[in-house]
Structure formats: C-alpha cells, structure tokens
C-alpha cells in the first residue's frame, strides 16, 4: 500500500506527477466531479486547523465523496482506550483513505504498519509533505519551473515545514538556503540534513545552512518563513523566542537582498511582526492565499493517485 508519509520517500517522478495532477485538476474542477463518488475519507486530528480541514473535506466533496471528521480528544483512541493498531485496523473497513494530522510522526508510522488504506500526512511534529507539494505547485505556477530556482527559508528550521522543504527541493533540482539560528533547538534534524545533502550532492544544486539572514535570502527566487510560535510551543515563551528569532524576521529591506521577482511564502497562519512584516506578507510579492488555496487542489491530487494506485478507483 502506497502512503504519504514524508516526501523522503516519493521519488522525483512521483513529486513531479503530484504537482502535474494538482495544476490539472486546478483547471478542470468539472472534469474531476464525481471521480471520487461514493469513496470515503477519514480525517484524524489530534491537532487544530484550518486549511488542513476545509482543504481536504472541501476537495472530497468537490470530487463527489465524503469526509468524516475524526477527533481524537472525544475518541476512545485519545482517550488511551483504544490502541492505534486496533483504531486504523477497525477504520479500514469502513473508509478508502485516512488522513491523520498528529503530534507525534512515531504514531503516524504506526498507523500505517497497520492500515490497508492509503494514510496520508496532513501533519506531524517532523513531517509536513502535503504542504510543501502544494508549496512546490504554487512556485512553479508563479516561476514555470522549479529546477536550478532558489529557495531561501529563514526562521525557525527545528520543524516539520524545515524537514519536507529538505526533503523535496533538492530532489527536484531546487537550490536551498537555511538561515536560522546556531543551536539544536532551532536548526534541521540530522536526518533531514544528511537527505538534503546527499540530494543536492546527486543532482547538482546547493544546500546551505547559515545563520546569517542576509547571506541565506541572497539572490532568492522564493523566500519562505514559518511561524515560531508553533501548536507545541508555550504562548509564554513568545517574548524570548522573539528575541532568539528577530534577525530572521522577513521584513521589506531583507527582501530586496533577494531576487527582484521573488515571491513570497508563508504556509499560515502567520503573525505579522514576528516571523514576517505585513508589508511583506500583505504586499505584491506575497503569494500566501494562492499557496493556501492550493493545499485543496494538491490533497485532491494526493487522494486521486493513492486511491488509484491501490486499485479503489480507475482511470
């Protein structure tokens, strides 16, 4: 059974033919009303959302299916009644796909020890794939391509946005530029490091982690940030994490050591004043809701090919 779990484990072709059906699905909605008739999806959430719920329940009923909405703070399986092998084992019988948006990525691989349906990651504490292929689709409506651009994030890069941009864009050709702080706290996880390395090394492109905010955003094509204030993070610690962050912070004069035509990313939600300016994310470079609306186009993408690689639909 083919999952998405972490982009680490798609190939190239298979990023490529996620964004492709994605931008095809964007322009012909109609042609993909019923394509998903009468299947359905459970969606897991441990974890809060907006976009992750309206896109993925929006996008099964564009397509002609259902979304449960599962809540685990009211399930026995929150409770700690019921194991996630007996929970997935059970769902699976009832649904074609589940999505799960978790703390924890080790309770996402259990899950799919045990399920026989697609599992799609709509977000753990170390992985986040269903954003950055949406993130990947929307660069490469705005650039044309993704191959031999650069992407500059700054911020905090100890997170599961840092980890699938890794991941991906030096698999696909993309140059890539961390600017964060020096520290285990802030910086990527070995893992994702050593992949982004030896993927850069394979197809020729640069990776680098610096902790100079000028330096990593020079010559961007596409500059992203992300909250650093994220779900696990206490509201408490918002003053001193400010202070560890403040020179990453995108403001409208870091964007202009950038690309003339850069484009601007945030996968929300985003607080103007810290990670980013509002003239910066408010202003014509910003390209945040077009990113936002993208995650529905790339989860019906994610669901279409899984569903039809696991022979639940045809076509």
Known sequence: MRHLLTLEDWSPDQIAEAIATARTIKANPAKYADTLRRKTLCMIFEKPSLRTRLSFEAGMN?????????????????????????????????????????????????MARYSTVPLINALTNFSHPGQILADLQTIEE????????????????????????????????????????????????????????????????????????????RGADVVYTDSWMSYHIPKDKAGARMKIFGPYQVTGELM???????????????????????????GPQSVVFDEAENRMHMHKALMLILLRQAGTIQG
């Open 142 to 217: 705005h650039k044309g391509r993704l191959k031999g651009l650069k992407l500059a994030y700054l911020g905090d890069s100890f997170n599961n946005v840092t980890h699938s941009l890794l991941f991906a864009c030096p698999k696909m050709g993309m140059h890539l530029s961390i600017g964060c702080p020096e520290g285990k706290d802030y910086e990527p996880a070995a893992s994702a490091f050593a992949a982004a390395r030896a993927d850069a090394a394979r197809n020729g492109v640069e990776f680098e982690v610096s902790h100079d905010a000028a330096a990593a955003i």
């Open 256 to 282: 202009k050591k950038a690309r003339p035509d850069a484009i601007f990313l945030n996968c929300l939600p985003a607080m103007r004043g810290m990670e980013q300016t509002a003239e910066v994310i408010d």
């Open 62 to 110: 564009q397509m002609g299916g259902h979304a449960i909405y599962y809540d685990t703070s009211t399930s026995p399986f929150g409770a700690g009644k019921e194991s996630i092998a007996d929970t997935v084992r059970t769902m699976c019988r009832y649904v074609d796909i589940i999505m799960a948006r978790l703390f924890k990525h080790e309770d996402l691989l259990e």
